[in-house]
C-alpha cells in the first residue's frame, strides 16, 4: 500500500488547496490510478477535511459523493481515499506531522514539468503519471450509441455551452461553438452532449458519461472537468480542447505535451 498526502495549501496563491472543482478530483484520482497501476500497488489518497465534506465554506456532502462516485468508476482495488478532521487548514509541514502522528507514512507530491510558484521539490513526480491515458473500461455498456458521434462539453459554472457569460473568463463565445457543431455535423457525426447541456440525463453522470467518450471519435471541450474524465477513457489524440485568452493550467500545457489537441481562440 502506497499512501500519498494531497496537499493541504495552494502552490500558488497562501490558501488552502481544498479541490475546489470536479476537474481537481478527477485528476487527482487519475493521478493515484496511474501510480498504481504502473508500481502495482494499492494507492489510498489521504486528504483534509475540507476537501471532503466541506464545499463553499460550509459543511455538505458534494464532495463525499463527488470522490465516490470517480473512485466506482476505477477497477477494484487500486485506489481509496481516507479523509481526516483536520479543523480547516493546516500548512504542509503541519498536515503531514499530523499524518505522522497517526502513523501514516504518506508521500508527498510535487510537478517537475510545470511547478507552482510556491512549488518545492518532493518525494513523487506526479508529472511522471500524467501522461498515462489509461482508457480503463467502462462500468456501464447499456446505452444505444451513433455509429459516428463525438462528445462534446462546453457549459461552465451552470451556464449552457449557448449562452454567454462575461464573468466567466474562461467560457466560449456561443457563437463558436454552434459554428463548430454546424462543421461536425457537415462531416457526418452525431453529437452527444454531456455533463450540464446533456440532452439525455443519463450523460450528466460520470459513468454513463465515460461510455459514451470510450466510444466516439473524438472529444471537444473546454479546460473542465470533463476534460479530466476524458483522459480516463480516451487516447491523448481523441482529445480536442479549445482555450480563451492567453492563460493556460499547467492541465493543459501537460495536455500539450501528451499530443492532446489545444486550440487558443
Not at 462546453?154 to 463548430?180: G, M, Q, T
Request: aromatic letters at 12%.
Amino acid at each position: 500500500m502506497k499512501h500519498i498526502a494531497l496537499r493541504a495549501s495552494s502552490v500558488w496563491k497562501s490558501q488552502p488547496y481544498t479541490t475546489p472543482g470536479l476537474g481537481d478530483r478527477l485528476h487527482s484520482v487519475l493521478f493515484a490510478y496511474n501510480y498504481s497501476i504502473s508500481h502495482n500497488t494499492p494507492v489510498t489518497l489521504h486528504l483534509t477535511d475540507d476537501k471532503w465534506n466541506y464545499s463553499r465554506d460550509s459543511r455538505n456532502d458534494m464532495k463525499i459523493r463527488s470522490w465516490r462516485e470517480i473512485l466506482g468508476l476505477l477497477p477494484s482495488g487500486h485506489v481509496s481515499v481516507e479523509a481526516h478532521d483536520t479543523m480547516g487548514y493546516k500548512d504542509e509541514p503541519s498536515w503531514i506531522q499530523y499524518l505522522k502522528d497517526k502513523g501514516i507514512n504518506a508521500s508527498e507530491y510535487w510537478y517537475s514539468d510545470y511547478p507552482g510558484s510556491r512549488e518545492t521539490k518532493k518525494e513523487i513526480d506526479a508529472s511522471e503519471y500524467m501522461g498515462i491515458y489509461p482508457q480503463i473500461k467502462p462500468i456501464v455498456n447499456d446505452i444505444d450509441l451513433p455509429k459516428k458521434f463525438v462528445t462534446l462539453q462546453f457549459d461552465s459554472n451552470n451556464v449552457s455551452a449557448f449562452e454567454d457569460n462575461p464573468e466567466d473568463a474562461r467560457k466560449i463565445p456561443p457563437r463558436l461553438i454552434k459554428k463548430l457543431c454546424d462543421n461536425l455535423k457537415e462531416k457526418g457525426y452525431d453529437i452527444i452532449f454531456v455533463g450540464g447541456d446533456a440532452e439525455d440525463e443519463r450523460f450528466k453522470i460520470l459513468k454513463y458519461a465515460g461510455y459514451a467518450m470510450s466510444k466516439a471519435k473524438y472529444h471537444f471541450g473546454a479546460d473542465s472537468g470533463f476534460y479530466h474524465l476524458a483522459s480516463y477513457y480516451m487516447r491523448p489524440e481523441s482529445i480536442r480542447i479549445i482555450t480563451k485568452g492567453v492563460f493556460r493550467s499547467h492541465h493543459i500545457l501537460r495536455a500539450v505535451n501528451h499530443n492532446v489537441s489545444v486550440r487558443r481562440i
